[in-house]
């Protein structure tokens, strides 16, 4: 087992910029001691265990959570399986039984909403109180802002379901596909999601490519083929970095058209997930 490794706690959802600084510090304090940087995470998603009626659409799989992870420099990955039981687990339970017994962590860091226990009764000052108690650090990493925005999965959870790819793109601070799911049917078809963060392809790159892979299901019309076209090309031409936009868009255009079977299903009123990262 590792020996005092410095760890990072949390769901790690999409891997944005504000789970990347909680990262890089636990990197560099774990440079300094000598010893593994590590990250515990859960599954299943805690949400789909405690409330599944409400529980969020993720941004990733867990495969790709952990190819993520382990790319952004940790050294090991602890997974904790969360069950109904564990829900009813009070804060100072998890602490001893995951953190000391289990881990027996040098330093453990989170972002500054963090909260863990049974209805969420711990928060970061009750985690620094335990760690004195039992001989760990824990610390804190404030929230990481992106232009007017506080970087969170909810926000961007919340904007890819808007289609605010861009905006998505830029908080995430990373290239990542994120099938969000269709809904629709012959006649209605409506696309409520199914959208690329593939910075920089603007959002009338990504609405191009939605359109000229609905034509390809068979679902739209030549007229809905050609604004496709005009939206993708109007974008494309007026972008700054040309190139990159071009290898994007290409690249999202070759994905759907590969996928297009399973795509007319989802348009039927299906839902998926990608399984594995670009």
């Known amino acids: 087992m590792w020996q005092r490794p410095v760890l990072a706690l949390g769901n790690f959802d999409g891997l944005h910029r504000g789970h990347a600084a ?5 990197r560099g304090r774990a440079n300094e001691r000598g010893v593994l940087p590590i990250a515990l995470t859960f599954d299943p998603h805690p949400p789909r265990v405690i409330r599944p009626d ?23 990955i602890a997974v904790v399986r969360f069950t109904e039981e564990m829900s009813r687990w009070a804060p100072e339970r998890f602490v001893i039984n995951t953190l000391v017994e289990w881990l027996k962590v040098s330093e453990v860091w989170v972002g500054a909403n963090f909260l863990f226990g049974h209805e969420r009764a711990g928060n970061f000052s009750l985690l620094r109180e335990l760690g004195a108690r039992y001989g760990f650090r824990a ?13 969170s999965s909810t926000r961007i959870r919340r904007l890819v379901a808007e289609g605010s790819v861009d905006e998505a793109g830029a908080l995430l601070g990373h290239v990542w596909p994120i099938w969000h799911g269709f809904r629709g049917g012959k006649g209605g ?26 034509k390809l299901c068979g679902y739209m ?3 809905s083929l050609a604004y496709g076209i005009i939206l993708f090309a109007g974008a494309w031409l007026g972008h700054e970095d040309i190139p990159v936009l071009g290898f994007s868009g290409l690249a999202a255009f070759f994905l759907f058209f590969t996928h297009r079977s399973n795509l007319k299903r989802l348009l039927n009123g299906t839902e998926a997930r990608m399984g594995d990262p670009i």
């Open 22 to 26: 909680i990262i890089n510090r636990v």
């Open 189 to 214: 078809a409506t696309l409520t999601g199914a959208m690329f963060v593939l910075q920089p392809l603007s959002g009338l790159a990504a609405a191009g490519v939605a359109l000229l892979l609905a």
């Open 221 to 223: 019309s030549v007229g």
């Open 139 to 151: 610390e804190k990493i404030e929230p990481v802002r992106y232009k007017d925005f506080v970087v």
């Open 54 to 76: 409400k529980a969020p659409e993720l941004l990733m799989t867990a495969t790709q959570k952990f190819e993520a992870l382990i790319a952004a420099g940790i050294g090991g």
